[in-house]
C-alpha cells in the first residue's frame, strides 16, 4: 500500500510557476506508475501528466503539454510536477496518484493523495 501527501500549492499571478511535491510512504514506490490528475469546481477530475516507474519523459494533457515537467525521485520517495507559465484555467486542487500498471485514465489508480488547491489569478 501506498500513502501519498502533496504539497506545493499556492496562489501566483498568471504567468507564474509552482512546484508540486507528492511524498509517498511505502518501500514500493519506485514500482508504482505515478500520475498528476486535477478538478476545478463543478468539473470532472482529469488527467495533467504520468510518468512510468522508472522515470523518463512522461505523457502530458494537451491543455499542460510544454509548460508542465513530470519527474520523480525514487531514492527519495517523491513524485514531482514543474509548472510553468500558469494560466487562470489551471485553477483547480491538484492530486497525485499512484498506479500498478502505467496509465493517462483515473480509474486505473488505485492511490491517492488528499490534492493541494493551486489558484492562479489573472
Known amino acids: 500500500q501506498v500513502q501519498l501527501v502533496e504539497s506545493g500549492g499556492g496562489l501566483v499571478q498568471a504567468g507564474g510557476s509552482l512546484r508540486l511535491s507528492c511524498a509517498a510512504s511505502?518501500?514500493?514506490?519506485?514500482?508504482?506508475?505515478m500520475g498528476w490528475f486535477r478538478q476545478a469546481p463543478g468539473k470532472e477530475r482529469d488527467f495533467v501528466a504520468a510518468?512510468?516507474?522508472?522515470?523518463?519523459?512522461?505523457d502530458y494533457a494537451d491543455s499542460v503539454k510544454g509548460r508542465f515537467t513530470i519527474s520523480r525521485d525514487n531514492a527519495k520517495n517523491t513524485l514531482y510536477l514543474q509548472m510553468n507559465s500558469l494560466k487562470p484555467e489551471d485553477t483547480a486542487v491538484y492530486y497525485c496518484?499512484?498506479?500498478?500498471?502505467?496509465?493517462?485514465?483515473?480509474?486505473?489508480?488505485?492511490?491517492w493523495g488528499q490534492g493541494t488547491q493551486v489558484t492562479v489569478s489573472s
Open positions: 496518484a499512484a498506479a500498478r500498471s502505467y496509465s493517462l485514465v483515473s480509474y486505473e489508480y488505485s492511490y
Open positions: 510518468i512510468v516507474w522508472s522515470g523518463g519523459n512522461g
Open positions: 511505502g518501500r514500493t514506490f519506485s514500482s508504482y506508475a
